[in-house]
């Protein structure tokens, strides 16, 4: 199942934003842009074992983004949401 999320006021790039996401757990899988969107795939696994996978949709210069999150599990998806948000801010 799938669930998505916008995410408001984002500075940075794809690249600054794997970067921290990285220091946090979250890996990049792959990196493409689709028609001028900048699409970032990650994945993460929790402490209870769950997989959750990410694709976040970033247009440049444009500061809202959308995080889509695909996992066994989608009642983790308002906590991950929340972890990405405070993570990408700092």
């Given at each position: 199942m799938q669930v998505q999320y916008t995410l408001n006021e984002i500075k940075g790039t794809t690249d600054?934003?794997?970067?921290?996401?990285?220091?946090?757990?979250i890996f990049t899988i792959a990196k493409r842009n689709v028609e001028g969107q900048?699409?970032?795939y990650q994945s993460l696994k929790l402490t209870n074992n769950?997989?959750?996978?990410?694709?976040?949709?970033?247009?440049?210069?444009v500061t809202t983004a959308?995080?889509?999150l695909k996992s066994r599990s989608?009642?983790?998806?308002?906590?991950?949401f929340q972890a990405y948000e405070s993570i990408i801010k700092n």
């Open positions: 600054t934003i794997s970067s921290k996401m990285t220091l946090n757990n900048d699409m970032l769950i997989w959750v996978l990410l694709e976040l949709k970033l247009q440049p210069g959308t995080l889509s989608v009642e983790v998806a308002p906590y991950v």
